[in-house]
């Protein structure tokens, strides 16, 4: 069956380290998407792709880069973690016309 | 700017009681809304949207484009229902992006 997948599930990592959370899904979805889900904020658009070498800057970008090779992945790497990005961080894709998103089961990501 | 509000971040209920989510959004344009539901350790998944006018376990929602409310009900609470509740708005400049809420945790006591 078709899915989207995260990983690691949780991570543990300390201030100014660069960490790379995968995303990887196998619709052969065109558009996906990265989002921290942080309380009262409900989820924030980090960055996004609607194709291989495409991306783009969502609400809460800064300290955050992603890069798109292949229809399947988008890695998301923080550059130099900081506190302020500990979050539970969710993937997502959809594809065609569509808008509708299926997510992944979420990183727990702590920076100590 | 677009935007979407779920003003309340708690609403606590008992079993068989009425539910109502608010949901309202900020769009001068066509949008397209959206209820996700998040259960306990769960991943987001869509609950309905409302071009399909349809009804997920028993839950429904209108677009009231006059009043710009999606708001969410259900006429009786079960405790499976208990979970995180996410408006979301699309359609805003073509795009495939969605606008989440800040979300609304619904709590259905025994």
């Known amino acids: 069956d078709a899915e989207i997948t995260q990983s690691p599930r949780h991570k543990i990592t300390e201030t100014g380290r660069q960490v790379t959370l995968a995303c990887h899904q196998t619709?052969?979805?065109?558009?996906m998407f990265w989002y921290r889900q942080d309380l009262g904020h409900g989820l924030r658009l980090i960055h996004y792709?609607?194709?291989?070498?495409?991306?783009n800057k969502g609400e809460v970008s800064d300290g955050y880069s992603v890069s798109r090779s292949n229809t399947e992945d988008l890695p998301l790497t923080l550059e130099s973690a900081a506190s302020s990005q500990t979050s539970v961080y969710f993937c997502?894709?959809?594809?065609?016309?569509?808008?509708?998103?299926?997510f992944g089961p979420g990183t727990r990501l702590t920076v100590t | 700017a677009q935007r979407v509000t779920q003003p309340e971040k708690l609403l606590s209920v008992f079993k068989g009681a009425p539910v109502e989510l608010k949901c309202n959004y900020s769009?001068?344009?066509?949008?397209?809304l959206f209820w996700y539901v998040q259960y306990s350790r769960q991943r987001l998944q869509l609950l309905l949207r409302?071009?399909s006018r349809e009804s997920i376990k028993g839950f429904t929602a209108d677009l009231n484009k006059g009043e710009t409310s999606f708001h969410l009900k259900k006429p009786f609470a079960q405790e499976e229902d208990s979970a995180m509740y996410y408006c979301?708005?699309?359609?805003?400049?073509?795009?495939?992006?969605?606008?989440f809420g800040s979300g609304t945790r619904l709590l259905v006591r025994p």
């Open positions: 997502a894709s959809s594809g065609g016309l569509a808008v509708e998103q299926y």
């Open positions: 619709w052969n979805h065109n558009n």
């Open positions: 792709s609607y194709g291989v070498h495409d991306t």
């Open positions: 769009y001068s344009g066509s949008p397209e």
């Open positions: 409302h071009i």
């Open positions: 979301a708005l699309s359609g805003v400049d073509s795009s495939y992006k969605l606008i």
